[in-house]
């Protein structure tokens, strides 16, 4: 009488594999954590200087082809020694400047 011979993997077995490929995937994890915060940080200092460009870009632009340029000072602003503003001052300064160009153009 010829026997049967089952093929085929114990439940042991199947419970060893997941766990070495568990530990093998915590591990992949790990390695790859810190490539992706480094992508992170690229993509966003990327973004930042893309801004910065635009904005200086912007800025020269419109500096290139000024009729007039006006520079203000800290003192008739109404900056702080830390670099806060008072915002009551600053509004009330720059309506004035807004009024002194009208009545120039004019």
């Not at 995937?25 to 990327?46: Q, R, W, Y």
């Not at 801004?51 to 870009?57: D, I, R």
């Not at 632009?61 to 000072?73: C, I, M, N, P």
């Amino acid at each position: 009488m010829m026997k049967h011979i089952k093929k085929g993997f114990t439940l042991i077995e199947l419970i060893v594999v997941m766990a070495i490929f568990s530990i093998l995937m915590v591990g992949v994890m790990v390695l790859i954590d810190p490539v992706s915060n480094m992508f992170k940080n690229t993509a966003m200092s990327e973004k930042t200087y893309a801004y910065a460009n635009n904005v200086q870009q912007y800025l020269q632009t419109k500096l290139e082809y000024a009729e007039d340029v006006f520079v203000g000072s800290s003192g008739k602003m109404g900056l702080t020694t830390d670099g806060g503003a008072n915002s009551e001052k600053l509004a009330e300064y720059v309506e004035n400047f807004r009024k002194n160009q009208l009545t120039v153009k004019m």
